[in-house]
Nanobody, 128 residues
Framework: QVQLVESGGGLVQAGGSVRLSCAAS????????VGWFRQAPGKEREGVSC???????????SYADSVRGRFTISRDKVKNMVYLQMNSLRPEDTAVYYC??????????????????WGQGTQVTVSS
């Protein structure tokens, strides 16, 4: 059974940093991409970042304009982990952050409809 578990959220002051982790289990393949999404109260879900599979275009990443230059996505192939390092946090980054998986080699558009396995989410709150 595919399972994604996020961790690392919490309360941080504006300008601070947080690293989110996504632990993936339940499948024996490197042929998948992982995306990070977020949803703030009263707002639609927003794609944040995505990282390609370990095969082929390994290491390819994409970012939403709102986080590019501040957030960095990475993955540990051995541990089946994906990380989202978030720096220079702003109050508008406050949201529940989710990781999601899509079978394939290369990240699609940052749209949650293209991803079919989701974690339960972790709250990130940035105080001003």
């Amino acid at each position: 059974q595919v399972q994604l578990v996020e961790s690392g959220g919490g309360l941080v002051q504006a300008g601070g940093s947080v690293r989110l982790s996504c632990a993936a289990s339940g499948f024996n393949s490197d042929y998948y991409v992982v995306g990070w999404f977020r949803q703030a109260p009263g707002k639609e879900r927003e794609g944040v970042s995505c990282i390609n599979s370990n095969a082929g275009n390994a290491g390819g990443t994409s970012y939403a304009d709102s986080v590019r230059g501040r957030f960095t996505i990475s993955r540990d192939k051995v541990k089946n982990m994906v990380y989202l390092q978030m720096n220079s946090l702003r109050p508008e980054d406050t949201a529940v952050y989710y990781c999601a998986r899509r079978i394939g080699q290369q990240c699609p558009r940052l749209d949650g409809r293209f991803f079919n396995s989701w974690g339960q989410g972790t709250q990130v709150t940035v105080s001003s």
